[in-house]
């Protein structure tokens, strides 16, 4: 094959291969094994390929159009050029992985949300293996008050009119539900961590785990959404959903709840989970309207924070 054709096909096939990648991934996403990877794949490998063929075709000086095309579409697809304006906001929600506590202390943590801020705080993996770390997070944190539930916790500075602990099956974990005034109006809190899809066993050709842990996540969606139902109001849910910003499930929790906080105010790609550079963690709203969304720096997590502003 002539040199100057391989190097068209080869422009053309990265670009072929990235908008395969992302629609795959977007619009299929869970119903198959092979898709529900690539929609949880971290963004980043769709660039990998860029560097190779930008020294083919540079060489080649032929489809350049092709190179360029790609790999803005990789880059976009990454959420590098995700751009929004931001301005300060009446109110703050942070949420956390705090990973147990594994990786810091009661002080240190209370420092750190202290100097953030915020009005709520969720917390997930707030099982601590210290079990006096909850005892003495509270007491370096006066001004917040704590509910719980299984591994997860909402401290906030709002008035709290009651809350409410639901059942997220196929898993140890429970969504928690709080009723807040902010105001003068109620304003319905859900913290949530759901379920993992184990990608692992694809290694060891168990795809029925899988299948198994992505069902399980379809139903805890499903709770979700009854609960959603149930409020009038505000409402905003944020936790560690382990769910990339595309997919099905995404999809879903975006039309159950509303905007997704980051997408509306945020910049960049807002990786919170920085080791596979993912944002898994997110904040969605219904009837609030975002102004400000960051990830700010961790302090004893594999997980970083993300606070968001509200008005």
Known sequence: MPLRRVSSNLALTYLIFVVLVWCLGEFIGERTVPTLLLAYAPPLLWLLPAPLVWVWVLLRRRKIGFALLATLIAAWGAGFFHWRAQSAGSLKVLTYNVARGTKTNPDRLAVALRQIGADVILLQEANFYDPDFVKRLQADLPEYSLSSAAEVSTLTRLPVAKSQVFDLPQNRREVLVTRLEWQDKPLTIVNAHLGTVMLSPVLQGDLARVRRTRNARTEQVGVLRSIALQVDGPVLLGGDLNTPPRGIVYRRLREIFGHDAHD????????????????????????????????????????????VEYR
């Open 264 to 307: 509306v105010a945020g910049r960049g790609p807002g990786w919170t989970f920085p080791s596979l550079k993912v944002r898994i963690d997110h904040q969605f709203t219904r009837d609030l309207q975002p102004v400000r969304a960051r990830v700010l720096p961790g302090v004893g997590s594999d997980h970083l924070p993300m606070l």
